[in-house]
Structures are given as structure tokens and as C-alpha cells.
């Protein structure tokens, strides 16, 4: 089984210039920031965010995090559910929720959920665009789309792999992993035909990138109960 980042309920405060490698969390959850300004590049894209945004995380999905000369403080709040049509938010007061969060955890989470709006996404530069591209469809062909780019294959490989912390081909085959992930938790529809529906070779294919994705086999995922219970959650 792979392992994971512990992630709870609190504050954190991250020094001037610190790098933190990418890393996978199994819960999902919400990162307010309070105050300074940082980079995250995950699952879900790049994002520069600074006070009173909210980058929400899905159960397994990975990120690096590059803060600035600032630093940052960010709230975490473990979550239930998260919205499940965007990836980062806005909230008006986000002092409010980390007050509430000195109280009780539940409170700040409501709180959050009233403030919550989508704030937009901004492409950077390619490397943002070939996520995208990726995000949305992940049997999109790499040397396709880096010669309609006018790019080597060697040059996305390699500046993908700088900004985001894993090459094109391995974002890519999470991408593809969280969609089968997303049905074997989420429907009854037979492991055979999700493998088929998602790109994979076979449904042994599809087992082994679950695994990897999550720790433990689609059979498991299927079994359990844990998603009817909210821990974790996708969406």
C-alpha cells in the first residue's frame, strides 16, 4: 500500500521560499489561506492563490506546493463533501471560518459552505494548458498534442514534469485512474465495463492503477461501506 500525508482540522504556517514536495492525502479537504501568498500544482491544475482563496483537495488527489517569500497561513478543514463542479474557491471572510475553527471544526465547515463561490482558474503558460487538455480528456495522445503545439516530445516531458513534479504520461494515468476510481465508488456498473469505459487495457490493468492510485483494489473499494459513511469522499 502506498502512504499517504496525515491531514487534519487546523492551521498551519509555512516559512518564506518552502518547497513541499508532491505528496497524496486519503482525505478529501479544504485549504483556506489567511494570509501570505503560494503555488500549488496538483490533480486538478496550477493555482496561485493568496488570502480568502480555498483550493479544495479530493480524496487522493496529489500536489507540490511552492510558497513565496511571504510564507502562508492556511486553515485546513477536513471534508465531508466538497463541491464537485470546481477546484478553487473564494470565500469574503475567511478570518470568520478560522475563528469558527477554534470552536469547532463543524461550525468552520459550515461557515465555509456559506461563503464558498467559485473564483476562476487562469491558464499560465503550456504546461497549464496540456493539464487542462489532460483533465478533460486523459486518452488525449502526448506526441499529438506536443507536435500541434510545436513542441518536442523531450520538451513537455521535461517541463511538465518542472512545474507539476510528475511527467505528462504519469498525470495522465492518474487522471485516468480517478475516473475509474470515481465509478468503482460511485456506480454498479461491472469493474469489466468501467475498465473498458476509462481507457484501460483490462480490468486487471484498472485494478493495479486503483491500487496504486488509492492503496487498495477496486474488489475492496467495492465491498466497503467507507464512501457511504463520508470518509473518504470524491466529490
Known sequence: MGSFAHIGNGRQQWNPDYRVPRHRHDRAYAAVVLSGTYEECGSRGRFRVGPGDVLLHRAFDAHLDRFQNQGAQILNLVAGTLPANFS????????????????????????????????????????????????????????????????????????????????????????????????????????????????FADQAHMSRATRTLTGLPPSWWRRSNTFKTGRPQTA
Open 88 to 199: 478553487i474557491g473564494r470565500v469574503g471572510d475567511p478570518d470568520v471560518i478560522a475563528r469558527a475553527a477554534e470552536r469547532d471544526p463543524i461550525e468552520a465547515g459550515a461557515q465555509l459552505h456559506a461563503q464558498l463561490c467559485e473564483a476562476p482558474g487562469a491558464l499560465q503558460d503550456w504546461p497549464d494548458l496540456l493539464a487542462t487538455d489532460l483533465l478533460r480528456d486523459p486518452g488525449c495522445r502526448l506526441d499529438i498534442w506536443a507536435s500541434k503545439h510545436g513542441l518536442a516530445a523531450e520538451t513537455i516531458s521535461r517541463g511538465f514534469g518542472k512545474v507539476f513534479g510528475v511527467t505528462p504520461a504519469s498525470f495522465r494515468a492518474e487522471v485516468r485512474a480517478r475516473c475509474a476510481f470515481a465509478l468503482i465508488t460511485g456506480s454498479e456498473q461491472p469493474l469489466a465495463c468501467i475498465a473498458a469505459a476509462t481507457g
